[in-house]
């Protein structure tokens, strides 16, 4: 065995040559003309147009994290109370017409409702709203102190 009659075992690649020269001839693998084709090719991001299309809402806006009241209505009331009975947060609780969060009372707003009152009741420790203390007092009902 000699070195001049020596085979390799893989043929030899062949290159592809170009003018240019490199592996990739012609386009260099980014197909055919076009931003894409072009060198430093960046697309600006699709999103940017849907953002900037956005109204530039002026300020912090937050909700509120002070509780509303609970709303009863008068109607509800009859239905729990005899007459001469006081409307209280405490009896509201008692009779079960409010529930308690965290072991706390809810603030409770006395509404009218679409049947009229038919007890003669007082009112203390709650709000009352204009309608349903004329009704109230209509009936011969007191409000003693409404917050």
């Known amino acids: 065995m000699q070195l001049h009659t020596l085979k390799r075992n893989t043929k030899r690649k062949k290159s592809v040559s170009v003018g240019r020269g490199g ?13 894409k084709a072009r060198a430093g090719r ?3 991001p699709e999103i940017r147009d849907t953002i900037k299309k956005l109204p530039k809402l002026r300020g912090y806006a937050f909700n509120s994290v002070a509780k509303k009241p609970v709303a009863i209505t008068l109607t509800t009331i009859s239905s729990f109370y005899k007459d001469g009975e006081t409307v209280s947060r405490e009896t509201l609780k008692e009779k079960n017409v409010i529930p308690t969060y965290k ?20 009112v203390s420790g709650v709000v ?11 009936l011969g009902g007191s409000i003693v102190s409404s917050k």
């Open 42 to 44: 960046k697309l600006r």
């Open 103 to 122: 072991g706390q009372f809810p603030s409770v707003k006395l509404l009218s409702g679409k049947t009229p009152l038919t007890v003669k009741i007082s």
């Open 23 to 35: 592996k990739r001839g012609k386009t260099a693998g980014r197909g055919t003309k076009g931003q």
């Open 128 to 138: 009352v709203s204009g309608k349903a203390k004329e009704e109230i007092e209509k």
